[in-house]
């Protein structure tokens, strides 16, 4: 009895100590939204929800549309909500459901959000309201699209690819300027590491900075692989999901980021670096070059105070086997009812989020580009063209002359995108992708000795053996 | 027949005894109820679950299919599994190496010091008041590889070659300790003090008229007093850092090449960057037996020192 006394309380110590979770919770649609009144309510992801020092006008724009859509629909109820995407707890808010009925993700999650339930499908209101037709669904389906069915929308202007960005300062300081004043941009992956070689020597500053954890790495990484030739997995006949990106071309391209650390010498000393460290060592003079998205730039420009007339873009280099770049965006996704989600619908389209144009959209637009101007973030930089509708187009266009901060010609190289064949990522497990990668450009920074093909084909199969192989 | 009547009064007499026994400790039982209550609630019951969930495959945290060991033998058969068992009882061995002394040197240090006693215990506390995501920041920092660095700053000035710090694969664990030590010592250093106050000073006087040493009456009067409470701290010690994951989270996110990557972490990635639910909890739930084992070790250490 004493030894059960002491069995139990060690189980329960122990017990105490783990601690782990565990709850059947909710899916989509669960709860109505309805409250004690009878209203229904939408909450929209990301919203601005008090008035502070720098973000009176967004507040101030989201209150007013607020009121409108609430005239316009007796009984509904806008709830701001400053949840934005978090992996860290998107889960226990999903199941407690907690989330936005409208809130956006990257594309990369959307497969398991989809997978876990907790997406709505939203193909009948798509339909419904005209996005099918309006939306670009041919070039950019794959990103809000699964077996069919609308899952997402994507953000309005949120499209982007990868290019490399430039400080313009130390190009200029490295003699790196071209007759119209704009970076020599580097058109192979080769000739980058060369310009990043002539930065450091002229400049002693970081030639390229490259990320090399938190899955960034591998997201990055996955550009120059294409370019190189590689590709990443296949399914066989039996439907089965192979690992195929440890081939002659992969290893290539991880020796090619070997050769940056070890024979051009060129990385930024923080090795084990997430994007934001790039981003950093570029608003502070630090570093020469990195690859992003446009949209990064503005959190740079937020976070670090990279100032918007010290950066340039150019379209993704080459490899041998051409120019890659991977497209993505921000994507909103619903959890909310039918009903609410069809309100959530109406409020893009009112707030000029939507595929048509009206004088309210026009001045919305106007006053985002304001809003980002005042911040000093980059506008006059299109993004990706995702509508179809050229009055849609042309609206964007307008709006943003007014409130231009940058010379565009900096950016014409990377909008242009002349001969970029766009990419998306691979269709599984790519979190899991991304961080294998991440451990095979770990390895080769870390150890001049590194067998490129050696520590490719380990992490290869041990991506393999974790995650594909025991997909369900 | 007699002996049929003994046999019967005996067995009345022993269920009386246990409906006294019931009746004395009715009110101690019922004192205990909403601690038991809300121990089975909030500690227990997600335990419970997790366990349960760990036979299922799940969609979110619902569980759809019964598949019997299918996770664990997923977990267990992962190619970085003994890699990432290592690595934790790594942390823990060097935590035990790292963290033991020096809660134990300044409790001691503090109970002989006799003038601001009170100012030594307050500014040695301070570092356990700050956040946790704060230190481990402030220490990737000062780790920092670059030769602004400050632990390389300082290094340069005594003409001493720059480290990578935390992208040497076997420095990484050591200097994560080094972190987590520094903003855990103090509370453990306040319970080895409260357990050297209650020491009484006559044995201190009586060893010292014997001619006894500050060593000698370190070892033999000071840590065996001390010992149990010395034996919890370090069972508590193994225990928190078996479950260590925020801190190589933000340091390292597991890296380099994984080499700081602990169970702790790789259940969290497992839940929440990947929601795969279902493993992550078996992965648990192999940390809570081990776990298990290390606490059933304790009260059996705790017996013999009792006995």
Known sequence: MKKFKRLVCAVLAAGLAVGATGCVGTKVGQNDGRDADGNLHISIGGSPTERTKGNEKSYDMFMENKAKFEAENPGVIVDADGWSFDLENYMTKAEGGDLPTMYHTSPTEINNIVNNGYAADITDLVKKYGYDEMLNNEKYGKLYMRDGKYYGIVKDGSLYDMGIAYNVDLFKQAGLIDENGLPKFPQTWEELAETAKTIKDKTGKTGFAIASKSGQGGWHFMNIMWAYGADFMEQDENGKWKAIFASDEGVAALQYVKDLKWKYDVLQDELLADIQVGGRLLATNDCAMIITQRSMLDTYIEKYGLKASNVAMSRIPAGPAGRFSQVGANIWMFSGTDEQNELCLKWLDMIGEGPTVSEASKERMATNNEIKQEKGQIVGVRSANLWLNDERVNAEEEAMAPYRTVDSKFFDDYTNGEGVEYKFEPERCVQQLYAALDNAIQQVLLDENADCAAVLKQVQDDFQANFLDKEV | ?307
């Open chain 2, 1 to 307: 027949m007699k002996s049929s009547n003994n046999i019967n009064n005996l067995r009345i007499k022993r269920v009386k005894g246990k409906l006294t026994i019931v009746k004395n400790e009715s009110m101690m039982w019922l004192l205990l109820l909403p601690t038991v209550f809300a121990i089975i609630l909030c500690q227990w019951n997600p335990v419970v679950r997790g366990v349960f969930t760990s036979f299922f495959r799940t969609k979110g945290f619902s569980t759809v299919e019964f598949v019997g060991l299918s996770n664990y033998k997923n977990v267990l058969h992962d190619t970085m599994f003994l890699k990432t068992l290592i690595n934790t009882f790594s942390y823990v061995i060097w935590s035990l190496i790292i963290g033991i002394l020096p809660p134990l040197a300044l409790a001691i240090a503090i109970n002989e010091t006799v003038h601001f006693k009170e100012g030594f215990k307050i500014l040695l506390y301070l570092p356990a008041v700050a956040p946790g995501l704060a230190v481990s920041i402030i220490w990737m920092n000062m780790y920092s590889p670059a030769s602004g660095g400050m632990l390389n700053s300082i290094l340069q000035i005594f003409n001493l070659p720059t480290s990578q710090w935390l992208l040497n694969e076997k420095l990484v664990i050591p200097l994560i300790v080094i972190s987590m030590t520094w903003k855990g010592y103090a509370t453990t250093m306040l319970l080895y003090l409260s357990s050297l106050q209650s020491l009484s000073q006559d044995l201190y006087e009586a060893a010292i008229i014997d001619g006894a040493g500050l060593w000698k009456r370190i070892t033999k009067i000071t840590i065996p007093h001390i010992a149990p409470t010395l034996l919890l701290m370090i069972v508590n010690q193994i225990i928190g850092v078996f479950q260590v994951f925020d801190q190589p989270l933000v340091m390292t996110d597991g890296g380099p090449n994984n080499a700081s990557l602990t169970l702790g972490l790789t259940s969290y990635k497992m839940a929440f960057s990947y929601m795969q639910v279902d493993r992550s909890m078996a992965l648990g739930t192999v940390s809570f037996l081990i776990l298990l084992g290390a606490t059933l070790f304790y009260f059996k250490m705790q017996k013999k020192l009792e006995a």
